[in-house]
C-alpha cells in the first residue's frame, strides 16, 4: 500500500465517521444479504457490534502507514475471527458488503479510485488475518 493509497482511504473514512452508526447498519444489512448464513456468527446486540466494527476500522485505517503497529493488531484480530467460526471465504463477503456500505454511505465521494484503494487495502489487511488464522489452527 502506497502513500496515495492509504490517503485516499483514510480521507473516505472521515466522510465515513460522521454516520458511523448508519454504516454499521448498512454494512449489516449488505453483509447478510450477500450471506444470510452469517448471522449466527454475530452473537449479542449489532449495535454494540457495529460500534465495535466502526471503531475497529478506524483503528486499522489510522495505523495504515505503521505497518509495524497495524499487522500485529490484524493478527491478533485474525486468530480470533478464527475462534469464533470465521472462514477464509468470508472475508471476501465482509470486502464486498464493505465496498457497498462505502458507496452507500459516501455516494458520489466513491469514487472508482477511492474504490480502488478500498480493495487494495482491505486485500492487505485480509490477506494478514486469513494467513494468521491459518496459523493458528
Do not use: C
Not at 40 to 59: A, C, H, N, R, S
Not at 84 to 108: P, S
Amino acid at each position: 500500500m502506497d502513500e496515495y493509497t492509504n490517503q485516499l482511504v483514510k480521507e473516505s473514512w472521515d466522510l465515513v465517521e460522521p454516520i458511523a452508526p448508519r454504516a454499521a447498519e448498512l454494512f449489516y444489512a449488505n453483509l447478510f444479504r450477500l450471506d444470510p448464513s452469517l448471522k449466527p456468527l454475530f452473537k449479542g446486540d449489532l449495535l454494540v457490534q457495529g460500534e465495535k466494527l466502526m471503531k475497529m476500522i478506524g483503528v486499522a485505517v489510522g495505523l495504515l502507514g505503521q505497518p509495524q503497529l497495524l499487522l500485529p493488531a490484524l493478527q491478533t484480530l485474525g486468530r480470533r475471527h478464527a475462534d469464533y467460526g470465521v472462514r477464509d471465504e468470508h472475508y471476501d463477503t465482509v470486502g464486498t458488503a464493505l465496498l457497498a456500505t462505502l458507496q452507500q454511505g459516501i455516494g458520489v465521494a466513491f469514487t472508482p479510485e477511492v474504490r480502488e484503494a478500498w480493495i487494495d487495502v482491505y486485500g492487505v489487511l485480509s490477506r494478514t488475518m486469513k494467513e494468521a488464522a491459518r496459523v493458528a489452527a
